[in-house]
């Protein structure tokens, strides 16, 4: 288990998020390569804006041949008005999209 190293900060891809560049910086909180998991706290950026904490988490499930990615948002909205992020979570299965599809040209 390896806990809570500073990352860059990441920019969204702009086509890919209400067309609008995003910029978040995090932390990873935890990688338990046991449990093929990853977690990142966002500490700045335009999230926080909207959300008072903002965690996410990416897991990938091996069975055999078969691989699920779960991706979860753990989040506290600054006021009721704010949306959740559904923009963000297409972004995210996307991303998860085209990996698939880069590992399996390979």
Same mark, same amino acid.
């Given at each position: 288990?390896?806990?809570?190293?500073?990352?860059?900060?990441?920019?969204?891809?702009?086509?890919?998020?209400?067309?609008?560049?995003?910029?978040?910086?995090?932390?990873?909180?935890?990688?338990?390569?046991?449990?093929?998991? +990853?977690?990142?706290? +966002?500490?700045?950026?335009?999230?926080?804006?909207?959300?008072?904490?903002?965690? #996410?988490?990416?897991?990938?499930?091996?069975?055999?041949?078969?691989?699920?990615?779960?991706?979860?948002?753990?989040?506290?909205?600054?006021?009721?008005?704010?949306?959740?992020?559904?923009?963000?979570?297409?972004?995210?299965?996307?991303?998860?999209?085209?990996?698939? #599809?880069?590992?399996?040209?390979?």
């Amino acid at each position: 288990m390896f806990n809570r190293a500073r990352s860059q900060s990441s920019e969204f891809f702009p086509e890919r998020c209400d067309g609008k560049k995003k910029v978040a910086k995090e932390i990873i909180e935890a990688i338990d390569e046991e449990k093929k998991l +990853v977690t990142f706290k +966002v500490i700045e950026g335009d999230l926080m804006e909207l959300y008072k904490t903002f965690i #996410a988490t990416v897991h990938v499930d091996t069975q055999g041949e078969s691989n699920v990615v779960t991706w979860t948002f753990e989040y506290e909205k600054l006021n009721e008005n704010v949306e959740d992020p559904n923009t963000l979570m297409g972004m995210c299965i996307n991303m998860t999209k085209d990996i698939e #599809a880069h590992h399996l040209q390979q």
